[in-house]
């Protein structure tokens, strides 16, 4: 089993890690590393399957057992069923114009096809709504997190008032009366925005990004010569 | 302020409600929109769109490529649909792909909003076409590089490119003159910068979520010629737009009636300027040659309101100004609870 | 608005004089341009293939009168080979046709009318009508500059390439004669790059050497990471309480090294969850995430004792859909109300509501991500933050082992380096900007087009 579960995963990291470095110094082993990528792409379809399974599995479990909110869990095998034969039988769609007469030849999303309802009437709407949260939890997270407690609090502060003021026409209108075009004119709040953002932002941002690149290739090394094995189950 | 120290995050969500939800009512039934200042990033984008195909004399073949979802559709469609609404009145050849699943319903989107609507004239497959999602991430724009046909071998309708007239010529990226980019995450702006612009040199406008926009900066004016970030950014652009596109059709009434365009020009941003005249101007003498079909279009040009989804990105600043007083407001509120209870702590 | 009227006669003659003038000076202006000469096409050695460099003989026409040039190309058709393979097919068909007339005209036999056919063929050969593609404009250049590098041709197919002269006035030359056809080759080692491959060779000998010197009992030390050091606190809070773990691993698959990380550090606390006998679960956004995920998980119920504890359906998947992965998951802390949350993985705009949520329930909040857009929300809502590399860092800091931490002491050698390639451009870029110096000019663009270009 060990071999099963260890070596041969292993290997398969490495000589995919080995294959994808190779391929990117040496032009004719280019295609090897696309290759190595299409597989994980083929390995992901399939894991598709066992996605679907396991949410079949986890809420038929729940409606079994009839725990709290187990209604929930019908609501999301009804929705995940009618999806799929919709989308598969392609319920609703209209066929190509150059085979009119091949139900099948039509595009699933297209305009007017119960995929496309779904959709734009039920997916869309919700996925808008979970990103629109976002709004309120801001507004909480900053009238929590933002508290002059130091000095490098207080420039955070700073900082956060001219972004926002200035991402908005009120920036405008507080330093309306600095000329834009004078000696004076980065002073103006939507152009010290912008350069807080060019400057200070993208310096800060560098440093982390420099740090995390060494820290991938680090890690990727340990993944690849096996010793951090943990992501296997094993670690010690 | 014992209230304030233990406010319930409710009240701050309920006076969220009201900054975002009046201002959208108000706007909503008035109209009224908050001038927008263009900034030079929103400048150089709409500047970049304006002159692509010029450097070869030719109709610019423009790929738009929309790799957002319907998530962010409330961030980034305003300025899509100022970016096709540009293309279109600019008469360049647009090709619409995406790299996210649900990225074609963004184009479709889009297209019916603009092209369908108000460029009724343009013909698909020879003016527009929608080759739709590809996966693959940036896989797609390394292998585009080279040849096109490998990863796009239909359109969205399933219609083989071979048979759309505007693909003919078009084999890899090289052979369009521009690249203008929507994007809400990855794949989006920054696969494009690194895998298209900076290895093919061709040049590219991105507009961002306002997240992914600081990421991007160091990239422009070099490898992303113009940036538009967020609905600020959109609401920039919209307004430069609108501004073009009417000015555009007092030029082309006023040139088609006869006037040289060096005369054209400056009376049409007269009028683009302040509409009032326009009315006043076609009974003077200097109109005399104008037919009264074309001082009636004239005077229709310039006062026609500009229709509602042409000022998406603008309305949407009214809410995003209360919003962002709200939280200058609340932060003030937060410091002045911490320093009070602070003072205490410190009095007992 | 002023117009200049010519009723006067005399107006009309001088204008028509002045007009007349005015043609005759810019008649040699509107003229097209000389064509440039002696173009001359390469394939760029030491490249991964598909680029060749051009270079011609400007055109006569002076400076001031050019544009600039256009660069024209067309991929030929075929290549050598398929060319002889054309011409062979070619011959047979019309020694064919050849037989069959000679059949049917003169009566001869079948094998002589063959190889008399053949003969005529031979004597007279076949013209095999090659299509040629059209030419297609690949750049425009200014007028000053006689090379250019044509880049994203096709490896193994063959280009011709043309130049025109384009005028002041648009106007265009006639194409330069043609280059000799050339094929943009791929070397057997991509040279542009090796300025990384030197990076690659340093970083990693770096933490070779660390690992083996960590291995032979160098002490390695590493300062305190209090989101790593808090991991005992929140798995004994939710023990104390009697409440769940709950531990998201990003919204990523197993390709991004973030979720890797991310399973990595969901070991250690699997481990210590199964120590204290706590309820760690791990709802995933992709399904083989939640395989590695079980793994790991029984791996670490399995190293602490406790195989019978592990329980592989709190482990499940959710859904790929990023908003509804996190209203699950919102929906789930409201409900059950865990105890500690852990979010270690790649997260995108759902890091802020999910972290917001799990502060409203009161749980202790652990968060790590290389994403720096996500990380201030992460800061703002959670109780500790690993930023980038801490959280790559992680896996080293709690297992302890040697070699591990040996890696990071490799990883330093990397930011010194960075760090001295960094001063070192600031240095030349600003010493370049007050002398104006070319060769420091030079120095620069070196640094910033081939050693970061690479």
């Known amino acids: 089993m060990q071999i099963l579960t260890r070596l041969i995963p292993l290997l398969i990291t490495g000589i995919a890690g080995l294959v994808m470095i190779v391929s990117a110094f040496i032009p004719y082993t280019s295609e090897w590393g696309k290759i190595a990528g299409q597989f994980f792409n083929i390995l992901a379809a399939f894991a598709f399957v066992l996605g679907g399974g396991n949410l079949l599995k986890v809420h038929l479990k729940k409606i079994s057992d009839q725990g709290a909110g187990w209604g929930y869990s019908g609501v999301v095998l009804v929705c995940f069923l009618v999806t799929l034969f919709v989308g598969l039988f392609k319920i609703g769609t209209y066929p190509n114009p150059s085979y009119p007469d091949v139900h099948f030849s039509g595009e699933t999303q297209g305009t007017g096809s119960g995929f496309w309802w779904a959709y734009e009437y039920v997916f869309k ?107 296997l189950g094993s670690g010690d | 302020m014992n209230f304030l120290n233990n406010l319930d995050r409710r009240w701050i969500f309920l006076a969220m409600a009201l900054c975002v939800g ?104 020879e003016d527009y076409v929608n080759l739709g999602f590809k996966a693959g991430n940036e896989q797609v724009i390394k292998v585009m590089g080279v040849d096109l046909t490998t990863e796009f071998r239909t359109d969205v309708e399933g219609t083989t490119l071979s048979q759309i007239p505007m693909m003919s010529g078009i084999t890899n990226l090289e052979d369009f003159d521009l690249i203008a980019e929507i994007s809400a995450g990855y794949p989006g702006s920054k696969e494009w910068v690194l895998y298209a612009s900076t290895q093919f040199n061709i040049p590219l406008v991105s507009g961002m979520t306002g997240v992914q926009a600081p990421q991007l900066y160091p990239y422009f004016p070099n490898q992303l010629k113009g940036l538009l970030g967020a609905i600020k950014g959109a609401a920039e652009y919209e307004y430069l737009v609108n501004q073009w596109v009417r000015l555009d059709k007092l030029t082309g009434i006023l040139e088609q009636a006869g006037l040289p365009p060096g005369e054209a020009g400056p009376l049409a941003a007269e009028f683009a300027a302040s509409p009032d005249q326009v009315s006043t101007w076609t009974v003077s003498a200097a109109a005399s040659t104008l037919s009264p079909e074309a001082k009636a279009a004239l005077i229709e040009a310039a006062t026609e309101p500009i229709p509602g989804e042409y000022l998406e990105g603008q309305r949407r600043m009214g809410p995003q100004l209360f919003a962002h007083l709200l939280m200058v407001f609340l932060i003030i509120l937060g410091n002045v609870i911490f320093f009070a209870q602070r003072r205490r702590g410190g009095g007992s | 608005m002023p117009r200049i009227e010519l009723r006067n006669p005399l107006a009309w003659i001088l204008g028509a004089l002045f007009a007349a003038f005015a043609c005759s000076t810019s008649a040699p202006a509107s003229a097209p341009p000389q064509p440039p000469t002696e173009l001359s096409a390469r394939d760029k050695p030491w490249d991964g293939g598909g680029v060749i460099f051009l270079e011609w003989t400007a055109s006569t026409t002076p400076l001031d009168q050019l544009q600039g040039y256009e660069v024209l190309a067309r991929e030929l058709g075929v290549t050598a080979a398929e060319l002889a393979d054309q011409t062979e097919r070619a011959a047979d068909a019309a020694a064919e046709r050849e037989t069959e007339s000679l059949l049917e005209g003169e009566g001869i036999a079948p094998e002589d009318a063959d190889q008399q056919a053949r003969l005529e063929v031979r004597a007279d050969p076949v013209a095999v009508p090659v299509e040629q593609p059209e030419w297609k404009s690949i750049a425009i250049v200014p007028a000053g500059q006689t090379d250019y590098e044509a880049t994203g041709l096709e490896k193994d197919r063959s280009y011709e390439f043309a130049i025109r002269a384009i005028g002041a006035d648009k106007s265009l030359s006639a194409p330069s004669a043609s280059s000799p056809p050339v094929v943009p080759e791929a070397a057997w080692f991509n040279l542009s790059k090796l300025p990384l491959l030197v990076a690659l060779v340093l970083i990693s000998a770096a933490v070779l050497v660390f690992v083996v010197l960590a291995r032979g009992g160098m002490v390695m030390k590493i300062r305190t990471i209090a989101g790593l050091k808090a991991v005992d606190e929140a798995v004994g809070r939710a023990t104390e309480m009697g409440r769940s773990i709950l531990y998201i691993n990003g919204i990523q ?160 050698v990397g930011k010194i380096l960075a760090g001295l390639f960094i001063l070192v451009g600031v240095v030349l870029a600003t010493i370049q900007a007050i002398s104006g110096s070319t060769g420091l000019e030079e120095a620069v663009r070196f640094l910033k087009d081939v050693i970061l270009g690479s």
């Not at chain 2, 790799?67 to 469609?77: I, Y």
Request: hydrophobic fraction near 45%; glycine fraction near 8%.
């Open chain 3, 253 to 412: 698959d197993m390709d991004d090294l973030q979720t890797v990380a991310g399973v990595t550090v969901l070991g250690r606390v699997a481990k210590t969850a199964a120590e204290y006998d706590a309820k760690i679960e791990v709802p995933t956004s992709r399904s083989l995430v939640m395989t590695a995920s079980r793994e790991t998980v029984h791996a670490s119920y399995f190293s602490a004792g406790r195989p019978d504890a592990y329980n592989p359906d709190l482990i499940y998947y959710v859904t790929d859909e990023q908003f509804g992965f996190v209203a699950y998951v919102s929906g789930m802390m409201t409900r059950e109300k865990p105890a500690a949350c852990f979010y270690m993985g790649s997260f995108f705009a759902e890091s802020l509501i999910l972290a917001e949520t799990g502060n409203s329930v009161g749980a202790i909040q652990i968060a790590g991500t290389a994403n720096p857009s996500q990380l201030p929300f992460f800061v703002a809502a959670c109780d500790y933050t690993l930023i980038g590399e801490e959280f790559f860092a992680a896996s080293a800091y709690l297992s302890g082992q040697p070699d591990q931490l040996g890696s990071l002491k490799g990883q330093d």
């Open chain 2, 22 to 125: 009046v201002p959208i009512l108000v706007i909503g039934l008035t109209g009224y929109t908050f001038p927008e200042t263009p900034t030079p990033l929103a400048e150089a984008f709409f500047d970049e769109v304006d002159v692509a195909g010029e450097a070869k004399g030719r109709r610019a073949n423009v790929l738009l490529a929309f790799d957002f979802d319907p998530a962010s559709a409330g961030e980034l469609n305003p300025m899509a649909v100022s970016l096709v609404h540009q293309c279109a009145q600019k008469g360049h050849r647009m090709y619409f792909i995406s790299l996210w699943p649900v990225g074609p319903q963004m184009i479709m989107d889009a297209v019916n909003k603009v092209i369908k609507v108000h460029y009724p004239e343009m013909v698909y497959g």
């Open chain 1, 125 to 231: 709407p919700l996925t808008a709504t979970m990103f629109s949260i976002l709004a309120f939890y801001v507004a909480s997270a900053a009238f929590r997190a933002f508290r002059a407690k130091n000095f490098e609090a207080i420039l955070l502060l700073g900082t956060a008032f001219i972004i926002l003021l200035g991402s908005v026409s009120a920036g405008v209108f507080l330093t309306d009366w600095i000329p834009n075009a004078g000696p004076f004119g980065d002073l103006r709040l939507e152009n010290l925005r912008i350069y807080i953002m060019q400057v200070f932002n993208t310096a800060g941002t560098r440093a982390i990004m420099i740090g995390i690149a060494l820290g991938i290739a680090s890690t990727s090394l340990k993944i690849m010569l096996g010793i951090d094995r943990s992501f």
